[in-house]
Antibody, heavy 125, light 107 residues
Framework: QVTLRESGPALVKPTQTLTLTCTFS??????????VSWIRQPPGKALEWLAR???????YYSTSLKTRLTISKDTSRNQVVLTMTNMDPVDTSTYYCARTYDSSGYYCRDAFDIWGQGTMVTVSS | DIQMTQSPSTLSAFVGDRVTITCRASQSISTWLAWYQQKPGKAPKLLIYKASSLESGVPSRFSGSGSGTEFTLTISSLQPDDFTTYYC?????????FGQGTKVEIK
């Protein structure tokens, strides 16, 4: 069974750095075509894709947030970590991690088939 | 970045109605499009991938079509469980992008 679970602080102060961890099971991020993304959703608003890391270590970021984001993976621990610097109240959101598996093994071009439950992060002093 | 525009933003319908949600891309994305259903307080759930492929376990009343820049999600006969929010997402080009969502309400 494939599962993902997000963890991290529920509350951060403005200007602080947020670190979120996605711990997954049921698949390996060393498998060709496997990728993990982070997506967020402010309360009552739409989904926003943030970043992705692929099985081969390639990384991709949101255009508007790329200067603040870093994504990394620890394949042996089945974890993907997202850091976001200089947090602001507008970053208050539920943060999700989600898996993509492209069975071609060459790309990461497929939908998010499995999502974590999400973790709510509030930015406030 | 590729912009995804969904219409309508809100849709009111009766149980049993056939409804269609449209998603337009700002440039061609071939058929690299997914549809998700999201219920309040829950993570999105994949319904359709590659524009028209039904995800395993999803009821057959859901269907998707389109290619290039225009796509549709159709629910053939709305059930009480279907009154919630739907999102499209393109995965043709990074950064991947979502539509703004369509809320399906009970009339």
């Amino acid at each position: 069974q494939v599962t993902l679970r997000e963890s991290g602080p529920a509350l951060v102060k403005p200007t602080q750095t947020l670190t979120l961890t996605c711990t997954f099971s049921g698949f390996s991020l060393s498998t060709s075509g496997m990728c993990v993304s982070w997506i967020r959703q402010p309360p009552g608003k739409a989904l926003e894709w943030l970043a992705r890391i692929d099985w081969d270590g390639d990384k991709y970021y949101s255009t508007s947030l790329k200067t603040r984001l870093t994504i990394s993976k620890d394949t042996s621990r089945n974890q993907v970590v997202l850091t976001m610097t200089n947090m602001d109240p507008v970053d208050t959101s539920t943060y999700y991690c989600a898996r993509t598996y492209d069975s071609s093994g060459y790309y990461c071009r497929d939908a998010f088939d499995i999502w974590g439950q999400g973790t709510m992060v509030t930015v406030s002093s | 970045d590729i912009q995804m525009t969904q219409s309508p933003s809100t849709l009111s319908a009766f149980v049993g109605d056939r409804v269609t949600i449209t998603c337009r891309a700002s440039q061609s994305i071939s058929t690299w499009l997914a549809w998700y259903q999201q219920k309040p307080g829950k993570a999105p759930k994949l319904l359709i991938y590659k524009a028209s492929s039904l995800e395993s376990g999803v009821p057959s009343r859901f269907s998707g079509s389109g290619s290039g820049t225009e796509f549709t999600l159709t629910i053939s006969s709305l059930q009480p469980d279907d009154f919630t929010t739907y999102y499209c997402q393109q995965y043709n080009t990074s950064p991947w992008t979502f539509g703004q969502g369509t809320k399906v309400e009970i009339k």
